[in-house]
């Protein structure tokens, strides 16, 4: 197959073709056979970061979504669809490996908390398939503490405890039902998805039986037990998101006493509270986070289908990057960071 122009910054072809280097940075290079992407930087053609958002409430339909949406993040633009979840989510939290992304959908149609658990190949497209199950069903928990080998969920809004303190663990290249890892300093829901550097995982935040909580927490990834002080947020929040670049933390905040659109950013390695880091393009209630070594792009919140994205290395308030293929919260998230 000759390799050919799709629109001005996307080109496909087949994985033996030769990829031209006459073409604008950011150009995108499609394998129509293997579906894998290409990002051309203006010298040479590498592989970009893929993230996925996934499941959700869709306010103007009033279901919760089966939809998994896909970005290369480092360009900008629409989000395209990727496949389907096996039914509709809300409270949804992800991570992977970079190769497979985990999805614990939490609450499914008929407003019921789930223990199920998902996975997509992150380089194809295609619908979910099954994983597992988590030890107890809930939902508005919190993914994103991973290592690349494991991945661990903390805490959520069970059927029988409000204000969940679980946390579990999968071994995320094998399929199989979660194990318990240990307890968060505090039973909550809505904790902010976790943020890590491949050895430390750390999620901040939530709604407790004693009201909103400004604490960190943090574990350590391979090893199992219970979670340890890190320090605290500026101001008390649930349902918020974070992103990182295995460095820096970034935390991107849902209710604050309302919907903010402020973030603030951590150093991993290190204890201690956190910063401001500068204001997303909207105030929303429950969005995602997709990242890779530079760049976090944040998805979605209460009745809205927008995608932001920050440069993480440095402060400053969040960019326009385009649209989710419909406006959704509660959802999860993964990448192939």
Request: hydrophobic share 30%.
């Amino acid at each position: 197959m000759t390799v050919k122009y799709v629109d001005a910054k996307r080109i496909q072809g087949l994985s033996s073709d030769t990829k031209p280097t006459n073409v604008p940075a950011g150009t995108i290079f499609v394998e129509t056979d293997t579906y894998y992407y290409s990002w051309y930087d203006g010298t040479t053609w590498t592989q970009p970061a893929r993230g996925l958002f996934v499941g959700g409430y869709n306010a103007n339909t009033s279901t919760q979504t089966t939809t998994i949406d896909y970005i290369a993040i480092q360009t900008t633009g629409n989000a395209t669809d990727f496949g389907d979840l096996s039914v509709g989510s809300y409270g949804t939290a992800g991570g992977g490996n970079g190769t497979r992304g985990v999805i614990a959908l939490g609450n499914v149609p008929s407003w019921t908390d789930s223990n199920i658990i998902e996975y997509v190949t992150m380089a194809t497209t295609g619908n979910s398939t099954d994983f597992g199950d988590l030890t107890l069903a809930r939902t508005q928990l919190a993914g994103g503490m991973e290592n690349g080998t494991r991945l661990v969920w903390s805490s959520g809004n069970g059927i029988s405890v409000a204000y969940l303190d679980t946390m579990d663990y999968v071994t995320v290249a094998s399929t199989g039902n979660a194990t318990d890892f240990g307890d968060a300093q505090t039973g909550v829901y809505g904790r902010w998805h976790g943020v890590n550097n491949g050895t430390r995982g750390v999620c901040a935040a939530g709604y407790s039986s004693g009201g909103v909580i400004d604490e960190i927490d943090y574990i350590t990834i391979a090893t199992t037990g219970n979670a340890s002080d890190f320090g605290d947020l500026s101001t008390s929040g649930y349902n918020g998101a974070g992103g990182d670049n295995q460095s820096r933390g970034v935390f991107v905040a849902g209710i604050m006493g309302s919907a903010s659109n402020t973030m603030e950013y951590i150093t991993i390695a290190t204890t201690g509270n956190s910063t401001d880091f500068g204001d997303r393009t909207v105030s929303k209630n429950m969005p995602a986070c997709v990242c890779d070594d530079t760049r976090i792009c944040i998805g979605g919140g209460q009745t809205v289908d927008t995608i932001d994205y920050i440069t993480t290395a440095t402060t400053g308030n969040a960019t326009d990057f385009g649209d989710l293929t419909e406006p959704r919260y509660g959802l999860g998230s993964c990448d192939t960071q």
